[in-house]
């Protein structure tokens, strides 16, 4: 814990009345707390349960310590990154009103700077990216019946627990695009329900992911199917948890990419590296409805200021700053050592996920995961995921899988 946040913590204990608060419970139970305050004298002890010292006095969870913290060996995925220093410090001194009541003035400010950055008139703070696709479909849709429209690999049809249909009552239409890559309109126009026709379920929103497995849809191409689904009085929505890496990868600003939208979803806690939250934003009477949304989902939060807090400094110290660009260059280099030995890939680098197709050599993701523990690293088969902390670690994570790499495909 900073000094900082420490010495607010006593400011505040010493403002409570004189009296003496002793809370501390001396079996192993999950927490132990112990508050003493007489005369103004306050002190604090949080120590967890025995298990959870241990832990701590390792420091092998890296908490608050930035790029040299958990994470800086792991390449499962950008949600492995850690919270700063920088994030800690904006926590102590963060508001701490409700924003059921929308009167929290750091949530506020969060959103009003991320509606700024995507050229959108509102934005609304969500716990998580799945919550934020959820409540912006919901918004969407109005009355059934009604198909959603979305790549067959989209996390919004394999990662939500099914969510859109339970949730909306929608029907979802799986497209497989034919570049491989991303959808392009004439997928879209394949497969698009337009039939007013009582037996047909009419697609009423089209969901496009950007970046999806680290590739880039064009801004192009978004914006010709956005002009389609406008013809059609379809609406469009964007899962851009990883939208930040397209921008920072050149492929237009944030506020571009998200211009061909009615929503957008964007994620703090990936590759910003934020512990908690995304974000919402789309225009103004949308984002009311949203609101509502959200709170009947029970994402509606009292005091989300400490993350808000956290999720801003990740804007601007990871993504105006240029880590995310740093990420991408070192994605390209673990292309360059794989198949720079002969190494096939899945899909191009794009972005920070280098995709290797271990089993093309003959290997199993489960042999390769384990070559790499030897190393100290932690994957999770061949999609490889640089972030700020892999980045800031190259020197140290790029000689480990070059020589895993040497193991497989030798002098080749």
């Given amino acids: 814990m900073s000094s900082r946040l420490a010495s607010a913590l006593v400011q505040h204990i010493k403002r409570i009345p004189r009296t003496t608060v002793l809370l501390d419970n001396k079996v192993d139970l999950p927490f132990r707390i112990k508050y003493s305050v007489q005369r103004g004298i306050a002190t604090r002890e949080f120590s967890g349960s025995v298990a959870h010292r241990q832990t701590m006095a390792s420091n092998e969870h890296g908490a608050w310590i930035g790029a040299q913290g958990a994470g800086s060996l792991d390449l499962r995925s950008d949600v492995m990154t850690v919270p700063t220093p920088a994030m800690l410090a904006a926590v102590a001194n963060c508001s701490l009103r409700d924003d059921v009541f929308h009167e929290d003035p750091t949530t506020r400010d969060l959103e009003a700077h991320v509606a700024q950055l995507a050229g959108k008139e509102a934005a609304l703070f969500v716990t998580s990216g799945t919550m934020g696709n959820q409540v912006a479909l919901r918004s969407l849709l109005t009355q059934p019946p009604f198909g959603v429209l979305a790549d067959h690999r989209s996390h919004i049809i394999l990662y939500e627990a099914g969510g859109v249909s339970s949730l909306t009552g929608a029907t979802v239409k799986p497209v497989v695009p034919k570049n491989g890559i991303h959808l392009t309109l004439e997928d879209v126009t394949a497969h698009a329900i337009l039939s007013t026709d009582v037996h047909a379920c009419p697609t009423r929103v089209i969901s ?30 964007c899962d851009g948890a990883r939208l930040w890496e397209a921008a920072a990868a050149g492929a237009g600003t944030l506020a571009q990419l998200c211009a061909p939208f009615d929503t957008v979803s964007l994620c703090f806690s990936k590759g910003l590296g934020a512990p908690v939250g995304s974000v919402v934003v789309g225009d103004a009477a949308t ?10 989902l029970g994402g509606g939060m009292r005091q989300p200021g400490f993350i808000a807090a956290a999720a801003r400094v990740a804007v601007d110290e990871t993504f105006s700053a240029g880590l995310l660009t740093a990420s991408h260059e070192t994605a390209k280099k673990v292309e360059a050592a794989w ?37 100290g690293l932690v994957v999770s088969g061949g999609r490889l995921v640089t972030h700020y902390q892999i980045a800031q670690n190259e020197a140290v994570v790029l000689p480990k899988l070059e020589k895993v790499f040497e193991r497989i495909l030798g002098g080749a």
């Fill in 208 to 237: 496009l992911e950007n970046t999806l497995n680290g590739m880039i849809m064009p801004l192009s191409e978004m914006t010709r199917i956005a002009a389609f689904a406008r013809a059609h009085d379809i609406r469009v929505h």
């Fill in 339 to 375: 198949t720079g030995r002969g190494g096939r890939l899945v899909h191009p680098v794009h972005t920070n996920m280098c995709w290797i197709d271990v089993e093309a050599h003959g290997l199993t993701t489960e042999a390769f995961t384990g070559m790499c523990a030897d190393e």
């Fill in 287 to 296: 984002l009311r409805h949203a609101r509502w949304v959200r709170k009947s």
